[in-house]
C-alpha cells in the first residue's frame, strides 16, 4: 500500500509540474490546469477540505475537463484522509465506472478498494471523527493564516493610501497656489494689452466685380511690445486680404508692434459679381493676442454693393390673339439698379405656336438652339431699351392655349444669367 501511495504521488507531482509550466504565463486566469494545481498543492499541504474544494469548483466549472480522471482520485484520496469514508468510496467507484481502461486502476490504494467494494454491497461506511477534526483544523488555521495576511495586506494598503493621499493633497496645494498666482499673473498681463484699432467706413458703395480699399490703424497703447494675429471675418467670395500701406502685393496675418507703434495698412477687398444692388455686407478686422487668444480687438464696418438691376417685359402686343394672326411682340430690358448695365446678351424663346417673321434689318438673330437673339450695349440706370418683334401665330394654334416663353439675360462682363417669364396670351377664335 505504501508502495502505491508513492508511486501515486510521483504521478501527481509529474502533472503539477507540468500543469505549473503552461500557468506561469497565466497566473491571473482561471482555467482546469489552474485549478487542479491548487488542490493538489492544497493536499500536498494536508490541508485536505480545501483540496476538495478545489476539485468540487473544477469538475462545476469545467465537466469536460481532461483532468476529470486524476480529479477523482484526488477526491477519493482527500476525502479518505479527511475521515469522509463514504465519498471516499464513492468517487472510487465513480472513477473506475468511467475509466474502466485507465493505467491508473494499478496506484489505487488498497484502503480505497475496500471502502468502495463495501459501499457497493449497500453498506453504510461510518465518518473517521478522528480524520475529520484533524482536516478541520488545518483548514480552520489555513483560513486564519489567510485572514491574518489580508488583514495585514489591507493596513499596509491603507497605511499607503493614507501616505499617498496626504503627500497627494501636499501637490495639490502647492499646484493650487501656483495655479493662482499664474492666473493673477496672466490676468494683470491681458489688462495690460492695449490697442487702438481703426477701419474707415467707406463714402460710397462699391460697384459689384470691382475692389475696394479700406484704410486701416493699429496702434499698440500698452507699455510692452506684442504680437498680434489678424483675422478678416466676412461672408465667403470677396477675397478679402490684409496689406501694408507701402506694401500693397504682400498680405499680412501677424504684426508685431512696440510699445506706442502703430500700424498703418490696407483691408482689400473685391465686391462679388453675384451681389444685387444696395447688398449690405458686415467686414471684420480682428487683432488677436499672440499670447493669449482669448484677449481680441476688433472692428466691424459695413460695405454696400452698387450694380446693375435688370428687369425684362416681354409680351405679345395683345392678351387675346386669334389663329394666324400677325402682330407684335414687344421686349424691354429696363435697368432698375445704381449702375449701368453693359454689354448684355437676350435671348427669347418663344412659345411653339408663335413664329417670328424675318426681316433683314431685325436685331434679333436666330441661334441654333432655336432662340432669338440679340446684344445691348448698355441701360443705363432708369433706363429700358426695346426691342420689337414681328411674329405670327400659327393657323393650327387650338382655341384656348396659353403663350408662354421665356427670356434669358447673360451680363458678359459680370458673367451672370437671369432667367424671366413672358407675360402670357391665350389663343382665341374670331368671332
Known amino acids: 500500500m505504501r508502495q502505491a501511495s508513492k508511486t501515486i504521488m510521483q504521478f501527481f507531482l509529474i502533472i503539477f509540474i507540468m500543469l505549473g509550466a503552461v500557468s506561469l504565463g497565466r497566473a491571473a486566469e482561471i482555467d482546469d490546469s489552474t485549478v487542479f494545481v491548487e488542490a493538489f498543492n492544497a493536499y500536498k499541504q494536508k490541508d485536505y477540505l480545501h483540496a476538495l474544494e ?4 473544477l469538475n462545476r466549472v469545467f ?3 481532461p483532468l476529470r480522471d486524476v480529479t477523482l482520485l484526488l477526491i477519493a484520496r482527500s476525502s479518505l484522509k479527511a475521515g469522509d469514508n463514504e465519498r471516499a ?8 465506472t468511467e475509466f474502466p481502461e485507465s493505467s491508473l486502476k494499478t496506484s489505487i490504494e ?15 461506511l461510518a465518518a473517521d471523527k478522528t480524520l475529520q477534526g484533524a482536516a478541520r483544523k488545518v483548514s480552520s488555521d489555513r483560513v486564519a493564516r489567510e485572514r491574518a495576511a489580508e488583514l495585514k495586506i489591507e493596513m499596509d494598503r491603507v497605511a499607503k493610501a493614507k501616505a499617498e493621499q496626504e503627500r497627494l493633497a501636499l501637490i495639490k496645494q502647492d499646484e493650487e497656489r501656483k495655479e493662482k498666482e499664474r492666473l493673477q499673473a496672466e490676468k494683470l498681463a491681458k489688462a495690460s494689452i492695449k490697442v487702438a484699432l481703426s477701419l474707415r467706413q467707406p463714402t460710397e458703395s462699391i460697384p459689384v466685380g470691382t475692389y475696394g480699399n479700406l484704410p486701416l490703424e493699429i496702434t499698440n497703447e500698452g507699455k510692452i511690445s506684442e504680437e498680434f494675429i489678424l483675422t478678416i471675418s466676412v461672408a465667403k467670395g470677396y477675397d478679402a486680404v490684409l496689406t501694408k500701406a507701402d506694401k500693397r502685393d504682400e498680405n499680412i496675418s501677424r504684426i508685431k508692434l512696440s510699445a506706442g507703434e502703430k500700424f498703418t495698412g490696407s483691408l482689400s477687398f473685391k465686391m462679388p459679381a453675384e451681389m444685387v444692388d444696395g447688398h449690405r455686407s458686415a467686414l471684420t478686422i480682428k487683432a488677436v493676442s499672440a499670447k493669449f487668444s ?4 476688433q472692428k466691424e464696418t459695413v460695405v454696400i454693393s452698387s450694380a446693375p438691376l435688370v428687369r425684362v417685359v416681354a409680351k405679345l402686343a395683345k392678351q387675346k390673339v386669334a389663329p394666324g394672326e400677325v402682330l407684335r411682340y414687344r421686349v424691354a430690358v429696363i435697368n432698375a439698379g445704381s449702375t449701368s448695365a453693359k454689354d448684355l446678351t437676350v435671348r427669347l424663346q418663344l412659345p411653339p405656336e408663335v413664329v417670328s417673321l424675318e426681316s433683314p434689318n431685325s436685331a434679333f438673330k436666330l441661334e441654333q438652339n432655336g432662340m432669338l437673339a440679340f446684344k445691348i450695349d448698355q441701360v443705363d440706370m432708369g433706363k429700358l431699351v426695346e426691342m420689337n418683334l414681328d411674329v405670327k401665330i400659327r393657323d393650327d394654334s387650338k382655341t384656348g392655349r396659353e ?12 458673367q451672370i444669367k437671369e432667367r424671366f417669364e413672358t407675360s402670357t396670351s391665350v389663343v382665341e377664335q374670331i368671332k
Do not use: M, Y
Open 54 to 57: 478545489k476539485c468540487e469548483q
Open 63 to 65: 465537466p469536460d475537463s
Open 89 to 96: 468510496a464513492k468517487s472510487t467507484v465513480l472513477f473506475s
Open 110 to 124: 488498497e484502503e480505497l478498494k475496500v471502502l468502495a467494494q463495501r459501499q457497493q454491497k449497500g453498506e453504510i
Open 294 to 297: 482669448d484677449v481680441s480687438f
Open 403 to 414: 403663350l408662354r416663353g421665356h427670356i434669358e439675360v447673360f451680363n458678359n462682363g459680370l
